[in-house]
């Protein structure tokens, strides 16, 4: 069992940045990779980015490649969002999530085995 628990979610108007944190507990030792993602309204869930557990590889959604950036400390079993340019279609419930499967699976939401609760991001124009 992995917990995860996001937080850094807000308000913040357009043009501004946001960092969101992810802290994991329990068993993290199958974790192959944590990842990003992001549930507009009426939308499905989307993958945002992801980062693997050990390693240095790194995966971006095309919409947030160059803005966001995905970041890991090992040591607190931290994983970070830092947010820059954002845009109102950036609004969203924020998901942190952990995955078991090869790092080919990371950008999909069905390869990511435990979920946080998810935190509100709102960019307002």
């Known amino acids: 069992q992995v917990q995860l628990v996001e937080s850094g979610g807000g308000l913040v108007q357009a043009g501004g940045s946001l960092r969101l944190s992810c802290a994991a507990s329990?068993?993290?030792?199958?974790?192959?990779?944590m990842g990003w993602f992001r549930q507009a309204p009426g939308n499905e869930r989307r993958f945002v980015a992801a980062i693997r557990w050990s390693g240095s590889s790194t995966a971006y959604a095309l919409s947030v490649k160059g803005r966001f950036t995905i970041a890991r400390d090992n040591a607190t079993n931290r994983v970070y969002l830092q947010m820059n340019g954002l845009k109102s279609e950036d609004t969203a419930v924020y998901y942190c999530a952990s995955t078991s499967a090869h790092w080919d699976f990371a950008v999909q939401v069905g390869a990511y085995d435990y979920w946080g609760q998810g935190t509100q991001v709102t960019v307002s124009s």
């Open positions: 329990g068993r993290t030792f199958s974790t192959n990779a």
